[in-house]
């Protein structure tokens, strides 16, 4: 049986993010919460959905909901990462930050803790990338997860969700 179910309450768990160290329970305080997974940072794929969840975040914001995102690559590089990503997708930079951070999963330990790794997407290594999962966080915390297939989901998703509500 899979560690964590659907209904679950979502582990709490600490994490270095490029918005300082967080406890994800306390960051998400009374808000619904989105968690989303990305194999490598300065992927195309990757740069470009979460650039749209930074244009679609304030009506993520209204709807009382916290974004994070999760990658397998150290604090340097995700704030590199970030750079190119409101370049590329042409983002007004608050003071050059995304307006959710980015967890630095580098020892894939939150990764695995989560079930987020992809069998069979290998690094030059050989070691499992981070999936593209998207988890759904209610307001305590349980957890809803979706998996979506290898494409610029997480667009399409946050352009349903927030036409749908």
Known sequence: ??????????PNFEAETTSGSIKLHEYLGDSWGILFSHPR???PVCTTE???????????SKRN????????????????????????NSVEPACCSLPFPIIAD??????????????????????????RCVSLLTVNCCHYS?????????MRFCGWWTHSS
Request: avoid cysteine.
């Open 1 to 10: 049986m899979p560690g964590l179910l659907l209904g679950d309450v979502f």
């Open 41 to 43: 940072d300065y992927t």
């Open 65 to 88: 909901i916290k974004m994070i995102a999760l990658s397998i690559d150290s604090l340097e590089d995700h704030h590199g990462w970030i750079k190119d990503i409101l370049a590329y």
């Open 50 to 60: 979460l650039g749209r969840a930074a244009r679609l975040s304030p009506e993520f």
């Open 146 to 154: 979706i998996l979506p297939p290898q494409d610029a989901t997480l």
């Open 106 to 131: 580098s020892k894939r330990e939150l990764a695995v803790a989560l079930g987020m790794l992809d069998p069979d997407e290998k690094d030059k290594d050989g070691l499992p990338l981070t999936a």
